[in-house]
């Protein structure tokens, strides 16, 4: 089966400072991966994906993420980091196994942007 | 409109109730989600519904059930849940469920379910 993992629980970071939520998967095939970002109380929000081409991949809200085939790892970043920026991060990959299409997610990481 | 309602937002129920969760999208989606999520847990995959269709069930007790009148609307029927039921369920839809490209999911804010 398909997987991804998130190393960290929490990661702190202070405001303007650069961010980096870690991700690395684990595919039998091409991965599709993908970043959600869960505010308190809300549904899952769409970040960016990775299907195939750039490494570099541009999301929503200034955000973006590096895919790295030897390491595997699509790990989500930005330049500079708000307070608005504090919520859970999800990275997820399509999962083929089974028979059947569904998204895995990983545990989520906390990001607290700190003032 | 990227929009996938939800209602009710909260629902406070009785472990002999009958109650239902709707979700609704109008965004010419094909795939229709429900998913489980525990407080700072991953969502869990409950059921798949792809052009109306059941595609797949996670192995959901069948006090769980779901039901797709029409390609913009889901529900979720529940009865004689018991308190670990209590979550909160999420919506979600996508153009389809797969295929060559991976499409991604819109997810609605959520139904607050607590049993008691």
């Known amino acids: 089966a398909q997987s991804v993992a998130q190393p960290e629980d929490q990661v702190n970071v202070a405001e303007g400072n650069p961010l980096t939520v870690k991700c690395t998967y684990s595919?039998?095939?091409?991965?599709?991966l993908f970043w959600y970002v869960q505010y308190p109380n809300r549904g899952l929000q769409f970040l960016l994906k990775?299907?195939?081409?750039?490494?570099l991949v541009k999301g929503s809200y200034g955000f973006e993420a590096e895919f790295n085939k030897s390491q595997t790892s699509f790990h989500l970043k930005k330049p500079s980091a708000l307070v608005s920026d504090s919520a859970l991060y999800f990275c997820?990959?399509?999962?083929?196994?089974?028979?059947?299409?569904?998204?895995?997610f990983g545990t989520g990481t906390k990001l607290q942007v700190i003032p | 409109d990227t929009e996938v309602t939800q209602t009710p937002k909260h629902l406070v129920m009785g472990m002999t109730n009958k109650k239902s969760l709707k979700c609704e999208q109008h965004?010419?989606?094909?795939?229709m989600y429900w998913y489980k999520q525990k407080a700072k847990k991953p969502p869990e995959l409950m059921f798949v519904?792809?052009?109306?269709?059941?595609?797949i069930n996670e192995s959901v007790p069948s006090r769980f059930s779901p039901e797709c009148p029409n390609s913009s609307l889901l529900n979720l029927h529940l009865h004689a849940l018991q308190p670990e039921d209590s979550a909160l369920y999420l919506c979600?839809?996508?153009?389809?469920?797969?295929?060559?490209?991976?499409?991604?999911?819109?997810f609605g804010p959520g139904t607050r379910l607590t049993v008691t």
């Open positions: 997820a990959v399509r999962d083929d196994s089974g028979g059947y299409q569904k998204v895995t």
């Open positions: 990775y299907i195939t081409g750039d490494n």
């Open positions: 595919v039998s095939g091409n991965p599709y």
């Open positions: 965004m010419g989606h094909r795939a």
């Open positions: 519904y792809s052009y109306e269709k059941l595609s």
């Open positions: 979600a839809s996508s153009l389809e469920t797969g295929g060559r490209s991976p499409y991604e999911q819109y």
